[in-house]
């Protein structure tokens, strides 16, 4: 059997859709003889890895591991994951914490190979985690092949919410999403900075960011994205003004308008 999403339509109509669909389609994937291959061969064989020098020699765990947590694109650095993952994340100057990406750290933090505890992969309900977050990825992914816009989308949704439940100050929290190039690139759209935003100073980046945060919502901070409905907001203001600027007749005073009209319309 073989499926993959639908998703007839683009932007926000195509975002209604999905989210309409989500639950039937994601459930329907999950049964590829595929997924059901590589969860079978995960949980055989996870449990008796107990360094990060296992892991990456078996090319199938490394692979699901990093797609777990959308780092894919490393399946082929097995020498600068096993770096990674040794550093752990306790040690001062550990390589996972000093990545732009926080999402190494969670990486090494998660599977503890350097870390004091040492090893995690043998504890009750580990295989459990991994991949119920590597099937919600795979469907993702799945979904990117259609539209990666909406591949964006579901990824922010969960990680916008996740970042702003999470410690650290608002600065922090600006920074870790910063550092991901897929929540960048929704917020950035979201609120109406092109990609040349990027090569201005970090602090600066924060600041304009809490300022235009603070237009859109009456307050400043990413901790306000703990309320599904401003992250439904980003998630619809990306995706509108997206595709307002893919459109042929599209043009810069076009979709300055549509941006400010937006606030209203969501």
Do not use: C, H
Not at 239 to 250: E, F, I, V, Y
């Amino acid at each position: 059997m073989s499926f993959e999403p639908v998703i007839p339509v683009a932007g926000v109509a195509g975002w209604a859709f999905l989210k309409r669909t989500e639950a039937s389609q994601n459930a329907t994937f999950q049964r590829r003889p595929d997924i059901a291959r590589d969860e079978a061969y995960f949980r055989d064989r996870i449990g008796s890895v107990t360094s990060a020098a296992q892991l990456v020699s078996d090319r199938r765990l490394l692979r699901i591991s990093l797609e777990a947590f959308g780092l894919e694109g490393d399946v082929n650095a097995a020498a600068f994951i096993r770096k990674v993952l040794e550093g752990g994340t306790e040690k001062e100057r550990a390589l996972a914490t000093r990545l732009a990406d926080p999402t190494y750290a969670r990486f090494a933090a998660t599977f503890g190979f350097g870390n004091s505890g040492g090893a995690r992969t043998a504890t009750a309900g580990f295989a459990d985690r991994i991949l119920s977050a590597w099937k919600e990825r795979r469907f993702e992914a799945a979904v990117g092949t259609r539209d990666n816009d909406m591949r964006l989308a579901l990824n922010a949704r969960r990680e916008l919410a996740a970042i702003a439940e999470g410690g650290g100050s608002e600065r922090t929290k600006w920074f870790k999403i910063l550092g991901s190039k897929p929540l960048r690139s929704v917020v950035q759209g979201a609120l109406g900075l092109g990609a040349n935003f990027a090569s201005v100073e970090l602090d600066r980046q924060v600041v304009e960011l809490d300022r235009r945060f603070n237009a859109l919502f009456g307050k400043a901070g990413v901790s306000q994205l703990t309320d599904p409905a401003k992250v439904e907001t980003v998630i619809r203001r990306f995706l509108a003004l997206g595709d307002a600027a893919s459109a042929p007749s599209a043009n810069p005073a076009v979709i300055l308008l549509q941006s400010s009209r937006l606030n209203l319309r969501f």
